[in-house]
């Protein structure tokens, strides 16, 4: 045993049990009035009712100060009736001139966009909520937010943040734009919402960014060193009287979708399909959902954007698919980002060889129930099944996942989980397939993880232990442990985090890029505030260290960084730092076989300094540029890497993606230049029809993808896609394959 482990556990255990649960400095709270009468959604606010409802407390300046109010000052005003929830906003400007925003896109984000965002936590747990938003121009987002929120401008995140645009549903806002303010009105529907039957408080917040003083501001006070998102700093709505149960909630959503396609590398024939499918929606409780998917199809789901890959392991990407996003931290939180039991991604969607990127594999059905029991307990319960896929020789596979959570103190939570992946297809003898469970094919986990959050959010912590069985005869040893914890005040943040991952640890429905290792990775970092163009700025240190019983050391990492906010939301960091690699495999870090792999056996230690600017986004022209030069393993590397951005206010924006790098090894190895781009064009016709084009060529695969999607929202939340794909050959545009989809879909309350 080894001696850190036990100074850890002692540490964590007396900041469990002391439970540092600190009050906050002031409480706010909004009485929400009963609504005699009709609120006509035109963002005006003409209605008398508003000229009466109460008005929320003065809203906190976050950024770049946090010890007065805010000179950008916000009112909000609720009511509600048996359907809606209801706000009417007024946000004052002490600055004249126009207001930013990305484009006419519904779930914009970023800070340099004027918007106010409601965050509600019905069950008051103060680690997941939904949150709606809207700017002056009348464009909606809306999403989740999961897990216990990092620190703020200019620091790191310590433990899963989770904020989601991806998931969609049914509410109304507008808004108008008057002399020196801004008005904007919005009614969520209570079918939309997860709440107790009954309840007369819900735990909320209000948060503002504005564009022409780059400041944010929120109605609970939450320090500058704390994520404006952060779920620990709010107050309570009152209702007058209890809640109702909101009546049968019922929401179908099906679909109609016609495609053609040819696979040119193959030689095939153009084919033509048709796809009837759809999703169901029923609340069993108000709190509970059960969501059901038949025959579901992705195809309207932005692409992923390309990365390339320098590393030894693989890359993640975000999931974007609609039915995996609600409640989705119920079973995607568990474990860290490098050792996750359950990732989505791994359901229906594998990797085509032919163009090197994730292809959809089609899923017959799927059904998930998940939410609240009552204000401690969540569970999630979820199984899918997808069809063979003979192109990528793939057998059908059935995915069930098993979720539990119990909230402890007063923002923590103890959570478990099991998952299982069975094969549902083998082959007979004489070669033809038949329906049946392979018993011999199958992967499980089973974790438990304890989640903390003091109540101040100043201590946020993870501690997990995951064990996988699979057909292994030292399956015993398929086992993950790890613990993170943060210490996270305005001038300090201290994070301890540590794993360790075994042998055959191999969950393959989850995340895990490397196995059979233990690491430590402690790191601090300090911040300075000031009162001139600069916000805060400060040094910082990170390391870490990874060894295994067989080989010793095979990892370390030491990094001195400086980082400096500038009050303009403009944000620069430098780096120096020192790597120790030990090669357990061959290695290509250009895969393009263009040399000898460097040997295995072999240790590298080598240094380089990285960094990283953002410029100010709220400039029509911006971009984020970051540089590394130096040693890498036996030669150097040189990287740019970034993003160019022009924004054609309000219809949209231009996007270049780049990232060169330029990999010399002494011969015989390989060297060579890695290089990617990926212009993007975002365009909003109206807050209705967009069209998003990508154009992404990456040297590393030998391949440039073509991907155009048209949307029109013709009413709310139910669309028109078209959407084109293609691969080419760079060296001759000889065409890969070709898809064209055309989808209908539509959302209806039953």
Not at 121 to 140: L, W
Not at 226 to 254: M, R, W, Y
């Amino acid at each position: 045993m080894l001696s850190y482990r036990s100074i850890f556990y002692c540490i964590a255990l007396f900041i469990i049990f002391q439970n540092p649960l600190t009050a906050q400095e002031e409480d706010r709270s909004l009485a929400v009035k009963r609504l005699e009468g009709k609120i006509k959604v035109d963002g005006e606010l003409s209605e008398a009712f508003w000229e009466t409802a109460p008005v929320s407390q003065p809203f906190w300046e976050q950024f770049p100060y946090d010890t007065s109010y805010s000179t950008t000052i916000s009112e909000i005003r609720m009511a509600y009736d048996d359907q809606f929830l209801y706000f009417g906003i007024k946000c004052f400007d002490p600055v004249p001139g126009g207001y930013v925003t990305t484009s006419l896109r519904r779930d914009f984000r970023g800070k340099q966009n004027d918007v106010i965002t409601v965050v509600l936590d019905p069950f008051e747990d103060k680690t997941n909520a939904t949150f709606f938003g809207i700017n002056p121009f009348g464009v909606q987002r809306e999403g989740l937010i999961s897990g216990i929120s990092g620190s703020g401008s200019g620091g790191t995140s310590q433990v899963s943040n989770g904020f989601d645009l991806s998931w969609d549903n049914k509410w109304f806002g507008e808004a108008k734009i008057h002399d020196g303010y801004w008005t904007a009105e919005m009614a969520i529907p209570f079918k939309t919402l997860r709440y107790k039957e009954g309840a007369k408080t819900w735990y909320a917040n209000f948060y503002r960014l504005d564009s022409k003083t780059a400041t944010s501001s929120s109605w609970g006070h939450i320090p500058r060193n704390q994520s404006i998102i952060a779920l620990a700093f709010g107050g309570h709505l009152d209702f007058e009287q209890p809640l109702k149960k909101p009546g049968s909630n019922i929401s179908v959503i099906p679909y109609v979708a016609g495609n053609t396609g040819r696979n040119y590398i193959e030689g095939e024939p153009a084919e033509y399909g048709f796809d009837v499918g759809g999703d169901a929606k029923i609340a069993i409780t108000p709190s509970l959902n059960l969501d059901l998917t038949l025959n579901p199809d992705f195809s309207q789901v932005e692409v992923d954007d390309q990365q390339t890959n320098i590393t030894r392991f693989e890359l993640s990407f975000a999931e974007k698919r609609q039915f995996f996003l609600e409640n989705a931290d119920l079973f995607a939180s568990f474990g860290t980002d490098k050792v996750r039991p359950f990732f989505s991604r791994r359901i229906g969607i594998a990797l085509d060889r032919n163009t090197g990127i994730n292809v959809p594999v089609p899923i017959t059905y799927g059904a998930r129930l998940s939410g609240r029991i009552d204000e401690n307990w969540r569970i999630g319960v979820m199984n899918l099944q997808t069809k063979r896929d003979n192109s990528i020789n793939l057998p059908g596979y059935n995915y069930s996942v098993m979720a539990i959570q119990r909230q402890v103190f007063a923002r923590s939570n103890i959570s478990a989980i099991l998952i299982n992946k069975q094969a549902t297809h083998q082959f007979t003898q004489d070669s033809t397939l038949e329906w049946a469970i392979d018993k011999s094919n199958y992967n499980r986990t089973l974790g438990l993880d304890y989640n903390l959050a003091s109540a101040d959010n100043k201590w946020t912590g993870k501690f997990f232990y995951h064990h996988n069985f699979y057909e292994n005869e030292e399956s015993k040893k398929d086992f993950a442990h790890g613990a993170t914890l943060a210490y996270n005040i305005p001038w300090l943040t201290l994070t301890w985090d540590h794993q360790i991952v075994g042998k055959y640890f191999n969950p393959e429905v989850g995340f895990v890029p490397r196995n059979n290792y233990k690491r430590v990775a402690p790191s601090m970092k300090f911040t300075f505030y000031s009162n001139n163009a600069i916000a805060n700025h400060g040094p910082g240190f990170s390391s870490e260290y990874i060894w295994n019983d067989q080989d010793g050391k095979t990892d370390h990492k030491y990094a001195l960084n400086y980082n400096i906010v500038f009050k303009t939301n403009a944000e620069l960091t430098g780096a120096i730092q020192n790597q120790y690699t030990y090669l357990f495999d061959d290695f290509d870090p250009t895969r393009t076989g263009n040399g000898e792999p460097l040997p295995m056996g072999e240790s590298y230690n080598y240094s380089n300094v990285i960094g990283v600017y953002e410029s100010d986004k709220r400039k029509k022209v911006f971009y984020e540029i970051e540089g590394q030069g130096g040693g890498f393993f036996n030669g150097s590397l040189y990287r740019i890497a970034g993003n160019i951005n022009y924004r054609f206010q309000p219809f949209g924006i231009a996007t270049l993606n780049f990232s060169y790098n330029d990999i010399n090894l002494p011969a015989p190895y390989s060297s060579g230049e890695i290089f990617l781009i990926g212009p993007r064009f975002d365009i909003t016709f109206s807050r209705k029809v967009f069209l998003t084009t990508y154009f992404q060529y990456n040297n590393q695969i030998e391949n440039v993808n073509i991907n155009a999607r048209l949307q029109y929202r013709y009413k709310p939340v139910s669309d028109f896609f078209l959407v084109y794909t293609e691969n080419y050959f760079p060296n001759t545009f000889a065409s890969k394959n070709r898809a064209l989809v055309a989808k209908f879909t539509y959302w209806l309350n039953l």
